[in-house]
């Protein structure tokens, strides 16, 4: 871990990564692709300490309430959070501006948070947001060794439905011939019926893969599934996309249980949602 001052902390106005690089280990994690120009190890976490006071200041020089959204790149529930807390922080800023806040984790350590979240959502609107891939807990462990079971994240969502405030769950990715079948589908879907998810957002049923983010991914074949990254060369090459082959079936299976559930599963209506602040919720105080 190593610590910086950043100069800025929201990009595009509105979303916010406080640590840069991730311990979770994701195998098929996008964010270590070369594109991003990390010049640090993705594992040696970046902690932008100034991170509130960049916030609060970004906040105040705001002219109008917006959903501040974190996690995109980085999970704000990194184990250092625990001690740091620099996500509480600016989730405690967010509230007291009374902005929205829109989180994307795959740790539990939200539920230390969940009450927060509750006031914000009380004040303007909050959406916690989930991902689970795998419902095979042994699966999951191999592909997502340092986060949450898939069960307790499930757990957390119902917690937060529990307290009102509503849950979208990222569905992604799907994992050609790993987690690519019904049965992980369906088991993931039953989660999300349970748990009363307002969304469940895909793009797609597969994977993607780029430079460095697919070196990792290979590695973790050739450790975890012998013979799988051959069979991967030999049907997509060097390919960014790497549809199931089970798509269609998959994509079918999705939009019936969706449509019967009324689940919203249409990425841009569901990120749309996320940043409305319903009328009513009025503004109490901009600068208490
Ligand atoms: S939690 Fe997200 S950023 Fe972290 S390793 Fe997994 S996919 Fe990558």
């Known amino acids: 871990m190593h610590r910086v001052k950043a100069k800025t902390i929201l990009s595009g106005g509105r979303s916010m990564n406080i640590y840069r690089g991730c311990l979770h280990g994701c195998i098929y994690c996008d964010s270590r692709s070369l594109c991003y120009g990390f010049t640090h190890d ?3 976490i ?4 100034n991170a509130p006071e960049l916030l609060e200041a970004a906040l ?16 704000p529930y990194l184990p250092i959070e625990s001690e740091l807390q620099l996500t509480r922080r600016c989730l405690e800023l967010i509230d007291r501006y009374a902005f929205g806040a829109a989180v994307l984790t795959k740790s539990t350590l939200v539920l230390r948070d969940a009450e927060l979240l509750q006031s914000i959502h009380e004040k303007a609107r909050a959406t916690l947001q989930m991902t689970l891939t795998t419902f095979d807990e042994q699966l999951c462990s191999l592909v997502e060794p340092g986060v949450s079971l898939s069960y307790e994240r499930f757990q957390a969502l119902c917690r937060f439905r529990e307290l009102g405030v509503p849950t979208v769950v990222w569905l ?11 049965e992980n589908l369906l088991g993931i879907l039953s989660y999300c019926a349970e748990a009363g998810v307002k969304g469940i957002v895909t793009f797609g049923f597969g994977l993607t ?4 983010d697919r070196e990792y991914y290979y590695a973790a074949l050739d450790r975890h599934f012998p013979g799988l990254k051959q069979r991967y060369i030999r049907e997509y090459g060097n390919a960014y996309g790497l549809p199931s082959p089970n798509e269609a079936r998959l994509r079918e299976i999705f939009e019936e249980f969706c449509g019967k559930y009324g689940i919203m599963h249409i990425p ?11 009328e009513g919720h009025e503004q109490l105080s901009l600068f208490p």
């Open 268 to 278: 841009e209506e569901i990120f749309a949602d996320m940043e409305v602040i319903p």
């Open 42 to 44: 993705f594992e040696d």
């Open 209 to 212: 893969l780029r430079e460095g």
């Open 172 to 182: 992604t990715p799907l994992l050609p011939f790993l987690n690519d079948t019904e």
């Open 60 to 75: 105040k020089s705001k002219r109008k309430r917006c959903v501040i959204g974190t996690g995109a790149m980085s999970d």
């Open 46 to 49: 970046e902690v932008k300490e």
